[in-house]
């Protein structure tokens, strides 16, 4: 069954196709948290790069997601690939191909922990984005063709959390300098949709990679909402931070939050934001208005660190700084597990 909000936008709240799953073992089966001790929200974000890594050569490899949620998923010391690694709560991602993508990815990592597909649900900012760009800097062109669709989505835990329907928010668009264009302080930013986004064919629809897309949760053992949401900003962020018209963006980083997206983070109790920024630099009290404070402390995508995790509620340590070294994609993935 899946709910379509294209009304509000092209927005798809989906429940995972019904597809064969390896059946529970004890050692895989965790239930939702009955205990104060259970009591912690499992949290991811990574840009997955539609699962095809892009190498130093010019040439690419395409990663299953069961390969790349192995890659990722730590246990409480930060280790990947151990028994105590547990079924995560919400994965927030970044560059999936759409609902197909989202839903398949989604019923791999319920299959992972044995539990039926379907358990794990989607929301997607673009059902089924249309293609942009060329060779996508992989030398096989099929595997560059593999990342030519590109949208954002969260993947939740339906045996913990549970989604109303109108929790659902609005996408809402990145802002984006053009090249060449006059700048200072957020002058010359525009939002990077239609009509200004990039103009060539070729990169016409470039900009739903960039759209964001959010949600209001309630842990079902104690009725906490949780907002989550997904971002990705433009390149040109990197250069000039820019949130759309005329602005710089929260503490000059380039972020900003939709409307609908404000008012169901404001009506939460925990909050988690995860972003691929495409800039450097971006400290973790940027989003400290909405009580939320950035968790992640190394480098994410080579020697830079341009993605991030905000957290509004207590995170546990990690002896890793909340990095995943391992993740099998161009960037490295970021977790906090939250106690309520």
Known sequence: M??????????????????????PSSAQAHEAPTTTADRVLRVYNNNIENLVRNNADGSCTRISG?????????????????????????????????????????????????????????????DDPEVWGGTHKCSQQSLGDLKKKQTNGILYNTRTLS???GDVSKYWSAGWLKPGTSYRDGAGCTLYKPPSNDASSADEHKWKRTSAIAAKFTIKATGTPVFAATMHLPEQNGANACAGAGSAGIAKSGIHIGADATSLMNASTIRVIGIDANLTGIAPTTLGGFG?????????????????????????????????????????????????
């Open 292 to 340: 939320m404070t950035g968790y992640g402390t190394k480098a994410t995508s080579g020697s830079r660190k341009i993605d991030y995790l905000f957290v509004k509620g207590t995170v546990q340590p990690s002896s890793i700084g909340h990095t995943v070294g391992s993740t099998k994609s161009n960037h490295l993935a970021l977790y906090g597990f939250v106690t309520f």
């Open 66 to 126: 069961p390969d790349h949620l192995t890659s990722m998923l730590v246990d409480d010391n930060g280790k990947t690939g151990t028994s105590d690694v547990q079924a995560p709560d919400l994965l927030i991602v970044q560059q999936v191909r759409g609902t197909g993508q989202a839903t398949a990815y989604a019923d791999q990592l319920s299959a992972k922990f044995g539990y039926p597909a379907g358990t794990y649900k989607v929301i997607v900012a673009w």
């Open 2 to 23: 899946s709910f379509d909000y294209r009304s509000i936008g092209a927005i798809a709240l989906v429940a995972a196709t019904a597809l064969t799953a390896a059946a």
């Open 163 to 165: 989604l109303a329907a």
